[in-house]
RNA sequence: CGCGGGGUAGAGCAGUCUGGUAGCUCGUCGGGCCCAUAACCCGGAGGUCGAAAGUUCAAAUCUUUCCCCCGCAACCA
């Protein structure tokens, strides 16, 4: 059953440093799912937002001389400037350190200690003392190394409160049962299950005393909140959850009208799929209809990390090569869901192929011959004169169904892939029908008006399709169409022929051709920090 | 036995859930067209779908075992 609104969100990035393409794969991916929603006609709010606290921000800060609070306002200053570049829709941002968030979690908190939830226990931990940190066994490895300063560790202990994840454990797994569409793709639910549920799961440290940057404890100042309970309620925190202003909250959370859906990547799943249901559990409110884990970008032969200096810096790739080429590339290139590389050769590949010259390359050649055969107006519809036209058309309305479909699942790559087919349907079917062929023969004028007709209206439905992604260049090729008004309404991809009687407009080029050659080496060059 | 992802044409990938003529982009070879962005369209060559065994009328797809690569565990979605 459709659900009438939406609710999506991405996580909340943390701010230690900039940001990078794989944050900005993660968003815009969300960003064309919201967009998509909203085209449709659906009401749609949309998530992001930061993750202030914990001892990394401390110490950062520290060392770069500020007060926490003034280095994460830096940087989140830096994030707003990435989405406003990369047209992110949000319809609002969350900041852990807001006073709204601040309060609510600390509600949070004392409600779940109320119920018995939470309780004051020991957390035990390899500790470097210089460092003042605690470290996990893995992170320490085997010979006790603290990994950020290389000193041995000690066991110690501090006293700490805990979730009780247990008292919800068959909760949960009744809830996956009951709702197998929770977590996507499947494998993430058998890697939960099988990696932290079967070998028990233990009680979840949420507060710490070893730092202070972090939402104090009202019942036990010297605690701070420590990190899960803290980030993961922004998603309803910033709906107004427990505020004088729960208005959005119920409509986009608690009513089972609204479809909550949560954009992650597979190193938080586990926080997102186990102890997320469970505060939420706790707390009597309604879990996410969808959890989303996509995959990791990775760099041609290996992860990206500063360290190996290719990290790509998404500001330069959209000032140099536009933002729907960057959009265009991280949806269509990377199948969402699963782990994907960046490469230069594979962005210009993939800009050239769909964007130059299949998308740009039909529109130009459709209203240069409209201009030319017609004098610049669209031809009426008069129906299927030719098989061809009948072919094109229920190629176009067949793509706009299963399009829907994929988007839908958030299967956004292949619905991508299936407008590009659309695209290159319409560039065979000019020459199935030689339109500068027919325009010789006095006899053919009908055929061809209708060649033209089925033109404009298949690029039409492909630009509007793309309007999620292309959130330029789709205005500029409606405007080349000179589809303007009513036109722009999504409702119309259901009725072919829709686009006729209208002026086109011969504009520059929607997406110039690329020089590999000279393109590839300017990706690399920007890789190496040049 | 730490966890996870992957091994499909020269390169990069989809398809694997729901078994049924192996698909896409690029490259390559040949042809077509001339409306268009040296683009577009058609055709060819090129694959024992990592290996083996099993289930089946039928396996890239399901089961089992093995081999290899990569990521996480250290800034990092």
Redesign the pocket.
Known sequence: MEKKRFYITT?I??P??RL?I??A??TVLTDIFARYKRLRGFECFFLTGADEHGQ?IEKNALAAGKTPQQFVDDIVEGFHKLWTLLDISNDDFIRTTQERHVKVVQDIFSKMLANDDIYLGKYKGWYCTPCEAF??D??V?TDHIC??CGRPVQIAEEEAYFFKTKKYVDKLLKFYDENPKFLVP??RKN?MI??FIKPGLDDLCVSRTSFSWGIPIRENPKHVIYVWLDALTNYITALGYDSDHPELFEKFWQDPECETIHI?????TRFHAIYWPMFLESLGLRKPDREFV?G???MKD??????KGNVVDPYPLVEHFGLDAVRYYLAREI?FG????FSPE?FV??VN?DL??????L???TV??IN?YFGGVVPAYKGKVTEFDGNLESVANETVKQYESLMDDLKIT?AISVVNELV?RA??Y??ET????LAKDDSKQEELASVMNHLANAIYIAGMLLKPVLTRASDKLFAQLGVTGDLLKYENVYKFGCVENVTVNKGD?????LDAAVEVEFIQNLMAGK
């Open positions: 996580p990035y943390y230690s440093a990078h794989g944050h794969y993660c990394k470290w996990t893995t992170q490895g990994p950020d499947e494998s890697e099988n990696t992650l990547g597979a190193d938080i996509h990791l970008l990775m290996s992860k990206m990390s500063k360290s199948t699963q782990d994907g590389s594979q590949e993939r192929s130059a010259n299949s998308l740009g390359n529109l130009n050649r240069s011959m030319k292949e290159n560039n065979k000019i020459d030689t339109p500068w062929a080029q929607l997406f110039p051709r």
